[in-house]
């Protein structure tokens, strides 16, 4: 049956109250479950701990379910989502689909319910990763974390690849320090500012991606943060 193999199964929802009748539900049925509050702990048990499928809620505080979502597909993680939402909008389902949602649970549900279109999630199969991201002529194979630029091989330390990686997921839209403090150092507290740390981090960066080539990829949006993408983007 499946869950009886210990699947893992990561459940974002920020209402107490449900995140545990998931999570008890889902245990009940022989899944392993991680439980966040948050798309920034959801970012990180799924770096840390690498759940084999996603629960997550749309309603979430601060970065939106909907958000999550655009971005793990943005960055080739084609982990499986089961998407909980309490709006029944068309709208919203039409919209999690087009970003790669597998399927969907309206509020309130029932355990039997959840655990049997988690089941049915499970015997479609993972899907394989999207192992390359590309932009202009910039090229990385997440599997062996190499980053191309002009047939140029780049020599990234690991911050920087994962620094990249997150600007090619954000493409053509603007990161702050805030963003990047959250989602790539995984600092939650701004009581312990990083902003000195991020900024080195970005100007050696820059140096190994954008200096030996005419064309700039990478830019700063003064007072905001900074971007990725060509000119025109």
Do not use: C
Not at 74 to 87: C, E, K, Q
């Amino acid at each position: 049956m499946p869950g009886s193999q210990s699947e893992r199964i990561l459940v974002v929802e920020d209402e107490r109250k449900i995140s545990e009748a998931v999570t008890a539900g889902l245990k009940s049925a022989g899944y392993e479950v991680l439980a966040a509050r948050t798309v920034e702990d959801g970012l990180f048990l799924l770096h840390s701990q690498h759940p084999d499928m996603i629960v997550l809620d749309l309603g979430l505080p601060g970065m939106s379910g909907m958000e999550m979502l655009r971005q793990l597909r943005a960055m080739g993680i084609m982990i499986p989502v089961l998407i909980l939402t309490s709006n029944n909008s068309l709208d919203d389902r039409v919209a999690a689909l087009d970003l790669g949602a597998d399927d969907f649970l309206l509020k309130p549900f029932s355990t039997a319910e959840l655990n049997a279109r988690m089941r049915a999630i499970s015997r479609r199969g993972r899907p394989t990763q999207v192992a390359q991201l590309s932009v202009a002529d910039l090229e990385i194979n997440l599997e062996t974390r190499t980053v191309v630029r002009g047939g140029m091989q780049l020599e990234l330390t690991a911050r920087e690849f994962d620094l990249i990686v997150y600007f090619v997921g954000n493409r053509g839209r603007t990161v702050s320090r805030e963003m990047l403090a959250r989602d790539v150092w995984h600092e939650t507290s701004r009581f312990t500012p990083i902003d000195n740390v991020i900024d080195v981090q970005i100007t050696r960066l820059r140096r190994k991606l954008d200096d030996p080539f005419p064309q700039k990829l990478l830019r700063t949006v003064r007072g905001v943060g900074f971007i990725l993408g060509e000119a025109d983007a």
